[in-house]
């Protein structure tokens, strides 16, 4: 059988393929996989990863959204322990995973971050996640109170779990070569069995609507969500939280005794 030639790459999609060997040994040797994991990868492309990852992983789950890249790869990655679903990563229902499930992609970046919210809602169903991002986005999953980086993608990585910079990759890994810097994340997440899924929607909602609005204080840029007032005001209270900070400036626990106050007040 002759093999198959690739369709071009589509930038739109973010299709920056990786070509270094090393590279790809260096992800699989981070995302340790064992013989009775499940694997999710987003956005396979041609399979550079995937293969190493099937010869690992008792399945691999595979999300392509381009139909002809998912036609290729069903032909050059004839694997029986692979499940390619073609279709957007951001519409997969990632609450029907396995529980531990370990996620393992090189992230198409024009839709990393909404993907990493998505995946971090789930902590229950994902044990950790080993993902190439652009540095811009690694450094705002480590970042602090206070410095540019930090945002809700900071602060809700930050409480549902630990993220470390493996390693940097240079453009010259990927074929088209992509115009920012990368970096290899590991984000091992805090299991989620305990979680109060109430408390825990609410604190999603309580952070993202603190940095809706970066510019505003925090108290009207809750009222633009649709928090209400009367609320509020005893949560920040209770929090001794001033609601004419910005978002930027609380830490993670800040914002954690907020939502409980807020919390308690909705229920
Ligand atoms: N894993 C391959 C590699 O490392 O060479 C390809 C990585 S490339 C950076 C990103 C891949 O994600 C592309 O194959 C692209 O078609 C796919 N993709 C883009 N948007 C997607 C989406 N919303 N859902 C699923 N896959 C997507």
């Not at 396995?98 to 198409?108: D, E, F, H, R, Y």
């Not at 986005?137 to 930090?150: E, F, H, I, T």
């Not at 990759?169 to 994340?185: I, L, N, Q, Y």
């Amino acid at each position: 059988m002759t093999i198959p030639s690739p369709p071009p790459p589509l930038k739109r999609l973010g299709q920056h393929f990786l070509i270094d060997p090393n590279i790809v040994r260096k992800i699989i040797h981070e995302a340790a996989i064992s013989p009775e994991d499940t694997v999710l990868e987003i956005g396979p492309g041609r399979g550079v990863l995937t293969g190493p990852l099937c010869e690992l992983a008792s399945q691999v789950i595979a999300i392509e959204l381009d139909k002809k890249l998912a036609a290729y790869l069903k032909q050059v990655c004839p694997y029986p322990n692979l499940d390619l679903k073609v279709g957007d990563a951001l519409e997969f229902p990632v609450e029907t995973l396995p529980p531990g499930t370990v996620v393992v992609a090189n992230l198409p970046y024009y839709v990393s971050t909404p993907l990493l919210f998505q995946l971090l809602e789930q902590p229950s169903r994902i044990n950790r996640m080993i993902v190439m991002l652009q540095l811009e986005v690694a450094k705002r999953l480590a970042a602090k109170p206070g410095s540019q980086d930090y945002g809700a993608l900071s602060v809700l990585s930050q409480y549902r779990g630990k993220s470390r910079v493996a390693f940097k990759v240079p453009a010259s890994c990927f074929r088209p070569r992509p115009d920012v810097e990368s970096a290899v994340v590991t984000l091992s997440l805090f299991s989620g069995e305990k979680e109060d899924e109430p408390f825990s929607q609410l604190f999603t909602q309580t952070v993202r609507a603190a940095f809706a609005h970066r510019r505003k204080t925090m108290v009207n840029s809750f009222r633009d969500s649709g928090f209400l007032m009367p609320i509020l005001q005893e949560a920040f209270d209770e929090a001794r939280i001033d609601p004419k900070r910005r978002a930027e400036t609380l830490t993670v626990q800040e914002f954690i005794t907020l939502a409980k106050a807020i919390h308690l007040r909705s229920i």
